[in-house]
């Protein structure tokens, strides 16, 4: 059965003619009585008693007249649902905190100008609760730090960038030192579970480190601001401290034996089915992740 079959059926209860009906769906006479009784041998049932040229709706027909109109309505909401999403489509955007901060505005401006209509719809958390919503599907894709753990998750490498040492210009600790020797001093560091300390413990476990950070924070700013009054070497992203470096608030302390280097992923439910238009946004935010 289809839409169509209650949709002839219920113009047919209207007017109580198949003709008159068939005048009004613009189809012949022998259409619509074909459809009333295809409707009637798929469930075995009488729509209709035929007296004295006119077609009175049994009691069976009745109760399924009420229920056809039902599921014309729900479809007409559907449809109308349907051509709303269309018309003004929304796109769910996940990104962990510090890519949330820093690159996520820049995207969606661009999304918005690009896209006119667009809604678009942000989620900035710690990784893990990132993933999982990309995983349940409540977030169309996200842009994380490192790999995702969830093996549901795909993931495209969209950039790379440095986690740096830092101080304030008043800190007395030389300017290049080893990874053990600079985890001597004052550390600042982000909590753990985030990825700035999970990447950073990376590193300390290949170098047999253990560290026990005067301050742990959710907050770069709050680390960043410690460190520019000279509280201790903080360890976050190069692009965070750019400026500070520059403005001559903090200074960066090499490390001779390491590199700390992080990589930024495109994640997505590997199930995920994008229609052309989702898979226009998709690319479009892939590659301007980075503008």
Same mark, same amino acid.
């Given at each position: 059965?289809?839409?169509?079959?209650?949709?002839?059926?219920?113009?047919?209860?209207?007017?109580?003619?198949?003709?008159?009906?068939?005048?009004?769906?613009?189809?012949?006479?022998?259409?619509?009585?074909?459809?009333?009784?295809?409707?009637?041998?798929?469930?075995?049932?009488?729509?209709?008693?035929?007296?004295?040229?006119?077609?009175?709706?049994?009691?069976?027909?009745?109760?399924?007249?009420?229920?056809?109109?039902?599921?014309?309505?729900?479809?007409?909401?559907?449809?109308?649902?349907?051509?709303?999403?269309?018309?003004?489509?929304?796109?769910?955007?996940?990104?962990?905190?510090?890519?949330?901060?820093?690159?996520?505005?820049?995207?969606?401006?661009?999304?918005?100008?690009?896209?006119?209509?667009?809604?678009?719809?942000?989620?900035?958390?710690?990784?893990? %609760?990132?993933?999982?919503?990309?995983?349940?599907?409540?977030?169309?894709?996200?842009?994380?730090?490192?790999?995702?753990?969830?093996?549901?998750?795909?993931?495209?490498?969209?950039?790379?960038?440095?986690?740096?040492?830092?101080?304030?210009?008043?800190?007395?600790?030389?300017?290049?030192?080893?990874?053990?020797?600079?985890?001597?001093?004052?550390?600042?560091?982000?909590?753990?579970?985030?990825?700035?300390?999970?990447?950073?413990?990376?590193?300390?476990? %290949?170098?047999?480190?253990?560290?026990?950070?005067?301050?742990?924070?959710?907050?770069?700013?709050?680390?960043?601001?410690?460190?520019?009054?000279?509280?201790?070497?903080? %360890?976050?992203?190069?692009?965070?401290?750019?400026?500070?470096?520059?403005?001559?608030?903090?200074?960066?302390?090499?490390?001779?034996?390491?590199?700390?280097?992080?990589?930024?992923?495109?994640?997505?439910?590997?199930?995920?089915?994008?229609?052309?238009?989702?898979?226009?946004?998709?690319?479009?935010?892939?590659?301007?992740?980075?503008?």
């Amino acid at each position: 059965m289809t839409i169509r079959h209650l949709k002839v059926f219920i113009c047919v209860c209207k007017h109580s003619s198949i003709t008159r009906a068939a005048e009004e769906l613009f189809i012949a006479q022998p259409a619509v009585s074909n459809t009333i009784s295809e409707i009637e041998k798929h469930y075995n049932v009488v729509l209709f008693n035929r007296i004295n040229q006119r077609l009175r709706l049994t009691e069976e027909g009745e109760l399924l007249l009420l229920k056809a109109k039902e599921v014309i309505l729900a479809f007409e909401e559907f449809e109308s649902s349907a051509q709303n999403v269309s018309t003004n489509p929304i796109l769910r955007i996940g990104a962990s905190l510090t890519i949330g901060n820093q690159q996520i505005p820049d995207l969606v401006k661009h999304l918005k100008t690009r896209f006119k209509g667009l809604n678009v719809q942000i989620s900035i958390n710690q990784t893990a %609760i990132i993933e999982n919503k990309v995983s349940e599907g409540t977030l169309d894709f996200a842009f994380i730090q490192g790999k995702p753990a969830n093996t549901h998750l795909k993931a495209k490498h969209v950039s790379s960038n440095n986690l740096i040492a830092v101080c304030g210009k008043s800190y007395n600790i030389p300017d290049t030192v080893t990874l053990k020797e600079l985890c001597k001093y004052d550390l600042l560091l982000r909590e753990d579970g985030s990825v700035s300390r999970e990447f950073l413990s990376y590193f300390l476990g %290949i170098y047999n480190i253990t560290v026990s950070p005067v301050i742990e924070s959710v907050s770069n700013q709050a680390l960043i601001s410690a460190a520019c009054e000279n509280l201790g070497v903080t %360890i976050l992203p190069e692009s965070l401290l750019t400026e500070h470096i520059n403005n001559k608030l903090l200074k960066k302390i090499n490390i001779s034996d390491c590199e700390l280097t992080r990589n930024c992923y495109m994640i997505y439910h590997k199930n995920k089915t994008f229609n052309s238009f989702k898979k226009e946004l998709f690319d479009f935010s892939f590659d301007n992740f980075n503008r």
